[in-house]
């Protein structure tokens, strides 16, 4: 009986482990995500600021984005694509209500891009 109990009393401690380790990778996750958000904002906030356009700042964004891969090797998302998307992302959402902007930061990245992407195509289409 002494032997069940502690090996009950073990699964107990074990479970409650491994959901505190779960726990806190989400929480993380979370908080990693958000800060990327923010990055990217203030990523986008700067090549808008600069007026960069396709075309006349093709050649500048494609410059960052080879310093920043340079910089960063170990880091992916410095593309020009995801630059120009960082760009459209702060555009996008600049203006938008406060509540929004704390809103989107809660989302992936990719799923951003994808609103932002769907709601220009569509606006295209009108």
Known sequence: MNIELQHNH????????????????????????SGMMTMYWNIGKRLSEEKLEKGYGSGIVKRLSADLQQEFPETTGFSPRNLWDMKKFYEFYFLADEKLRQLVALLPWMHNVLIITKVNLKQIKK
């Open 10 to 33: 073990y699964n107990e401690m074990l479970r409650s482990i491994i959901t505190e380790i779960k726990s806190t990778r989400i929480t993380l996750a979370q908080r990693i995500n």
